[in-house]
């Protein structure tokens, strides 16, 4: 009898998520106290009092299941003034991504996207089967031109993360629209804003729902400046024909009752989100500087995390396990498609402090290394 493979080779080749380290994990290896986790450009504040209000009151329905999200998209169409039709809500935007694939892709449908993008979506895009293609970075942002002149008539979905993981650069209002020019209408954009409050002030910055084109859905979440990473939260835009489709897919209880009580809670803490966005802006300038400092290239950044650039594979390598051992976790981008790259979440002043402290140890070492060589 012949044999059949277990899984088609698209899922054989895939590698799983890795997440960062944990305080725990890290603090064990290295028997330290105080662990700095910049890997995964989480909220060093917690998560947003308010929020965490709202699900605890919550907790007395847990018996009860969730109502598919209904609650928080009404919300959110009153915050947007849009039509609760135009909204889902999601476990996570990452669970609304994976519905997104599950529904508008299959056969010769092809993704288009930049060369290492956000892992999450390599990951779930890869896991379908379809055909990936990407485009090179233009001094680490997305290159809109050479995007647009690889749509083919397969090209089914565009992914553009605005500002984007891992570089932390965005492209412009001017920019897009001179893209969106070029894009047919049956291609769908996914523009995913999962950093968008902290870019949003920018007025270069092309806030998605200015636009409401009918083939672009809008993702953004909770996990980031609302610290709720844990509860995995999010939410998308888009015409309520997309809408429609995504519904019947996602699984009809996501997300929990706490999850939706949470980004409801979240929706109305301004002041966290002010607090949280001036921790943020100091925390870029120290770290950029500081690695400037260090004599590193760092790409500027609209998001909360930097990425640096180091000469080679190895010295990233030997940064990231020093850095680790020193109780500083920073996110190495070998996985995305940077081997040559690290990128470091802005923590609290301490955290940053500890960071560049570390790095100027782990730097000096090399230095020394390099001149005893
Ligand atoms: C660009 C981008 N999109 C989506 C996500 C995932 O967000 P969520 O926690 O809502 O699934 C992340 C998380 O790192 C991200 O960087």
Partial sequence: MESVPLVPPYIESLRPYEAGRTIESVRKQYGLDRIAKLGSNENPLGASPKAVEAMTNALGGLNFYPNGGLHLREVLAREYDVKVENVIAGSGSEGIMSNIIRAFLCDDDEVLTTEAAFIGFQ??????????????????HYD??????????????????????????????????????????RVLIILD????????????????????????????????????????IGYGFA??????????????????????????????????????????????????EGLQGLGLTV??????????LLGTEQEACRIFEDLLSQGVVVRPLKAFGLPNCLRISTGTDEDNRLCIDAWRRSHGASAGAGRAG
């Fill in 193 to 232: 804003e999962a950093y968008f409050e902290y870019a949003k002030d920018n007025p270069r910055y092309p806030d998605s729902m200015h636009y409401r084109y009918d083939n672009v859905i809008t993702l953004r979440t909770f996990s980031k400046i609302y610290g709720l990473a844990g509860v995995r």
């Fill in 144 to 185: 809109l031109p050479a995007l647009a002149a690889q749509i083919n008539n397969h090209t089914k979905i565009i992914y553009l993360a605005n500002p984007n993981n891992p570089t932390g650069t965005i492209f412009t209002r001017q920019q897009f629209e001179e893209f969106y020019r070029h894009v047919p209408e």
């Fill in 299 to 308: 790409v500027p950044s609209q998001a909360n995390f930097v990425m640096t």
């Fill in 123 to 140: 990951v779930l895009a890869k896991s379908r089967g379809v055909k990936y293609r990407t485009v090179p970075y233009a001094d680490w």
């Fill in 239 to 288: 015409h309520e024909e997309l809408i429609r489709n995504l519904l019947k897919v996602k699984l009809p209880f996501e997300p929990s009752t706490p999850a939706q009580a949470a980004g409801i809670g979240a929706l109305a803490d301004k002041e966290f989100l002010h607090r949280s966005l001036e921790l943020n802006a100091r925390g870029l300038r120290y770290l950029t």
